[in-house]
């Protein structure tokens, strides 16, 4: 067996933010990213409506990041 921190790691991904209409906006979406446990960065863009999201798969996954976007007003979904 091999144990879940020995395939745990450090993952990368880029979410599609709506509702950005101002430029304070990026800051409450990074406050609710950088919230999440296991989230070590997140980069807003407001001019591209996107988060990248830097985390640990041992600690957290998308549908987390998904939802605090989404529970500050700024609904998200990964970026294909």
Excluded: H, R, W
């Excluded at 209409?21 to 409506?49: E, M, N, R």
């Amino acid at each position: 067996l091999v144990s879940s921190a020995a395939v745990a790691g450090e993952k990368t991904v880029i979410l599609s933010v709506q509702n950005m209409y101002c430029s304070a906006c990026p800051i409450t979406v990074k406050s609710s990213l950088q919230a999440v446990p296991g989230v070590t960065k997140a980069v807003v863009s407001y001019a591209d409506k996107t988060a990248v999201v830097t985390f640990d798969d041992a600690q957290t996954a998308v549908p987390a990041l998904i939802a605090a976007t989404t529970n500050a007003g700024y609904p998200s979904a990964l970026k294909s």
